[in-house]
């Protein structure tokens, strides 16, 4: 993947360069509340709507479906990160934490869990209290932006316009995995 020698980069960029003082850069840190599909509903109905030529008022029910899953894979490649390294909560109520078991074993997706029985929405609490801080540290804009130029560059796509594959998250989850082992370094 030519395109992960250059997130990786920007990442070691970041943890390299010095204050003028000494040490590393402050990092304003934005707290991790919570993400909504919702919030890339409209540019992911567009996206479809170009992709398979179609208006809104032409939309059907799959059509929806396809768009609230291109709405949520950023979220979902992010959960599915925290589920498969054990970093989802274990508060969650019992049919939840079957879904997650079973998107650790990859007979559910990370935008299946995330869409059924999420609302479409990853909260804080659904994090266990461990990853907090890396949640904090590196989602926003860190994390949207590796998964962005992943998209883009790797794979050549537009990012409100794809959905969730095991094989896609299988090559960026690597990316993660690095930056996750960055922020326990620093």
């Keep these: 993947m030519a395109d992960f020698g250059e997130v990786l980069m920007g990442i070691l960029d970041f943890f390299r360069k010095a204050k003028p003082g000494g040490g590393r850069p402050a990092k304003t840190i934005k707290p991790f509340e919570w993400d909504k599909a919702k919030y890339q509903w409209d540019s992911s109905a567009e996206e479809y709507c170009r992709q398979f030529n179609k208006t809104m008022d032409e939309l ?32 969650a109520p019992e049919d939840i934490l079957e879904a997650a078991e079973a998107v650790k074993h990859e007979t559910m997706t990370g935008t299946a869990i995330l869409m059924q029985y999420c609302d479409g929405v990853l909260n804080r609490e659904d994090l266990s209290p461990e990853i907090c801080g890396f949640a904090d540290f590196y989602y926003d804009p860190d994390y949207l932006n590796a998964y962005t130029s992943f998209v883009e560059n790797d794979l ?20 993660m995995d690095h930056a996750y082992k960055m922020y326990l370094k620093r």
């Design 60 to 91: 059907e029910a799959d059509d929806y479906d396809v768009i609230d899953e291109y709405a949520a894979n950023h979220i979902a490649f992010f959960l599915t990160w925290i589920i498969q390294n054990g970093f989802y909560t274990t508060d």
């Design 156 to 175: 050549r796509k537009t990012v409100p316009g794809i959905g969730f594959t095991w094989e896609e998250y299988h090559q960026f989850r690597h990316i």
